[in-house]
């Protein structure tokens, strides 16, 4: 059984700056690449960033690149999303989820409820 809660989100001008966490009842969570998705509206989910089970690699949507940074704590099963720099465009309701990382595409078909960045320019 997999949990997915994801909080941090808000409303935020634009250059702004907003922390994400995913907290992730997933067994063996530390065994799993992890990552961040984003679903604008009208828009399909998006893939944004992922981390490998050991936190050594890390990769990114080219939208994001130099703005966002990911990290995980395999202690507390959590995993972040550092948003610097805000544009409008990022605004969407961001999921978390285990990464394939070849694919970029999520590994669980449950999501969690997503937290939502409105970013106002």
């Known amino acids: 059984q997999v949990q997915l809660v994801e909080s941090g989100g808000g409303l935020v001008q634009a250059g702004g700056s907003l922390r994400l966490s995913c907290a992730a009842s997933i067994r063996t969570f530390s065994s799993y690449a992890m990552g961040w998705f984003r679903q604008a509206p009208g828009k399909e989910r998006e893939f944004v960033a992922a981390?490998?089970?050991?936190?050594?690699?890390?990769y990114y949507a080219d939208s994001v690149q130099g703005r966002f940074t990911i990290s995980r704590d395999n202690v507390k099963n959590t995993v972040y999303l550092q948003m610097n720099s805000l544009k409008s465009e990022d605004t969407a309701v961001y999921y978390c989820?285990?990464?394939?990382?070849?694919?970029?595409?999520?590994?669980?078909?449950?999501w969690g409820q997503g937290t939502q960045v409105t970013v106002s320019s």
């Open positions: 989820n285990a990464v394939l990382v070849t694919t970029k595409r999520p590994r669980f078909d449950s």
């Open positions: 981390i490998q089970w050991t936190g050594g690699s890390t």
